[in-house]
């Protein structure tokens, strides 16, 4: 079966985040886990077909569950990387800066929001700023895993990981510490265009060409 889903490169070197983020965390974290989702979602591909082909459909649920958690999870990470970068931090302008000041009221409390969300996430999960097209609106979602308690039709535009794995090595239990530490890396510039491409309908996960 032709592979599906391939590991995206990193947009820079594993050691250039740092001292938010270690060189040792973000390789492990590319290479291994998000390689790991990678190597999920085309596994269980292979599985639907091979359950079309048998016309078994009894282990059907947990396919396509697993199927969705792999693919959420090697999406996150692909919206994950681009959004971060070591020029990163500030804050945003232009039209995506007066949309956070509607929908939220100001910089900071949305910051405050989306910092609280991605850090009180129980267990697993992400912090989400997304485009909601329906209301033509930013809102904040909290994911459990990769890919519950969401709205179905909201486009991720800046995704803040809160697994352990992107964190525990270097900040141990205290998760607020390294979302703080996140907002030094955003790279406004790749939100600006998710943000741009999601109010135009393109509600892929790359952003237009920059």
């Not at 938010?20 to 979602?41: D, F, M, N, Q, R």
């Not at 989306?114 to 329906?134: C, F, K």
């Not at 486009?155 to 090595?169: G, M, N, Q, S």
């Amino acid at each position: 079966m032709t592979v599906q889903y391939v590991l995206p490169d990193m947009p820079y070197d594993y050691g250039a985040l740092e001292p938010a983020i270690t060189g040792e965390i973000l390789e492990l974290h590319h290479s291994k886990h998000h390689a790991a989702y990678v190597k999920g979602a085309n596994d269980t591909l292979e599985r639907l077909s091979e359950t079309r082909e048998a016309g078994d459909y009894s282990g059907l649920v947990g396919l396509e569950k697993t199927f969705a958690f792999n693919l959420s999870g090697h999406v996150l990470h692909t919206i994950f990387w681009d959004n971060l970068s070591p020029d990163g931090g500030d804050r945003p302008d232009g039209e995506l800066a007066a949309a956070i000041d509607e929908h939220f009221g100001s910089f900071d409390a949305f910051s405050k929001q989306l910092s609280t969300a991605t850090a009180s996430v129980q267990g697993s999960g992400w912090g989400v700023l997304a485009w909601e097209p329906l209301s033509q609106r930013l809102v904040v979602e909290q994911l459990y895993d990769h890919h519950g308690n969401v709205g179905m039709n909201t486009t991720p535009i800046l995704v803040f990981d809160a697994w352990e794995h992107a964190y525990y090595l270097q900040y141990r239990n205290v998760r607020p510490d390294y979302v703080q530490k996140l907002w030094n890396l955003v790279n406004w510039t790749d939100v600006t265009h998710r943000f741009d491409a999601a109010r135009a309908g393109h509600l892929g996960v790359n952003a237009p060409a920059k």
